[in-house]
């Protein structure tokens, strides 16, 4: 069963860091791109950060470059979100997703480019 799974999110202050986890499993293991996506109360989702898998290929929306590295551990089928000088306006639920190479039509921080998604953890930055 493809499944995504994340954990990490918590409450910090600005400023502050936190690192999030996706571990994938079944047919999301072999996924050639992986993806952070995140929304906020009243918003649409919104992509954070992509990598394809098994190389430095990334993306980055222009909000977080510079904050947030988005990494993997291809021997533990998990992909990171390390997001460090925090803003308020980082607070919403974040999204892991995994795409297989198809949909190339859609850039790689297009949701719809995405087949399977986690059920997300909550991430709140206060001020």
């Known amino acids: 069963q493809a499944q995504l799974v994340e954990s990490g999110g918590g409450s910090v202050q600005a400023g502050g860091s936190l690192r999030l986890s996706c571990a994938a499993s079944?047919?999301?293991?072999?996924?050639?791109?992986m993806a952070w996506f995140r929304q906020a109360p009243g918003k649409e989702r919104e992509g954070v950060a992509a990598?394809?898998?098994?190389?430095?290929?990334?993306d980055y929306t222009d909000s977080v470059k510079g904050r947030v590295t988005i990494s993997q551990d291809t021997a533990k089928n998990e992909v990171y979100l390390q997001m460090n000088s925090l803003k308020p306006e980082d607070t919403a639920m974040y999204y892991c997703?995994?795409?297989?190479?198809?949909?190339?039509?859609?850039?790689?921080?297009?949701?719809?480019?995405?087949?399977?998604w986690g059920q997300g953890t909550q991430v709140t930055v206060s001020s």
């Open positions: 079944g047919y999301t293991a072999s996924s050639v791109y």
């Open positions: 997703a995994a795409a297989s190479a198809g949909r190339a039509y859609y850039t790689l921080l297009d949701s719809r480019r995405y087949i399977y």
């Open positions: 990598i394809r898998t098994g190389s430095i290929s990334t």
